[in-house]
Nanobody
Framework: QVQLVESGGGLVQAGGSLRLSCAASGTTFGSYAMGWFRQAPGKEREFVARIHWSGISTLYADSVKGRFTISRDNAKNTVYLQMSSLKPEDTAVYSC???????????????????WGQGTQVTVSS
């Protein structure tokens, strides 16, 4: 069983930055790909970023490419999402996720992820 806990959300002005963290427990974190997704009110859940279990590759949604950076610290069992140049349309609940099996590269499809955190609210004011 994998437990995921996000933190770091909050209220920020447009153009500002935030760093989200997702702490994992209950598993060998370093063998799991990790993803970040977001969901705004009345909208579908949306892929944000994914990092390979080895950290060798990352994948981003076009809407955040160049502004967001996903990274991981396996020694701390934590994955991060550094968000810069934030826009009001980035407002959403952000959740981290892990797939059911280890050594899977991960994808942009939320159906490929089995374990989810409770989410953290990010609000960007204009």
């Amino acid at each position: 069983q994998v437990q995921l806990v996000e933190s770091g959300g909050g209220l920020v002005q447009a153009g500002g930055s935030l760093r989200l963290s997702c702490a994992a427990s209950g598993t060998t974190f370093g063998s799991y790909a990790m993803g970040w997704f977001r969901q705004a009110p009345g909208k579908e859940r949306e892929f944000v970023a994914r990092i390979h279990w080895s950290g060798i590759s990352t994948l981003y949604a076009d809407s955040v490419k160049g502004r967001f950076t996903i990274s991981r610290d396996n020694a701390k069992n934590t994955v991060y999402l550094q968000m810069s140049s934030l826009k009001p349309e980035d407002t959403a609940v952000y959740s981290c996720a892990a797939p059911k099996r280890p050594y899977y590269s991960g994808s942009s499809q939320y159906t490929d992820y089995h374990y989810w955190g409770q989410g953290t609210q990010v609000t960007v004011s204009s």
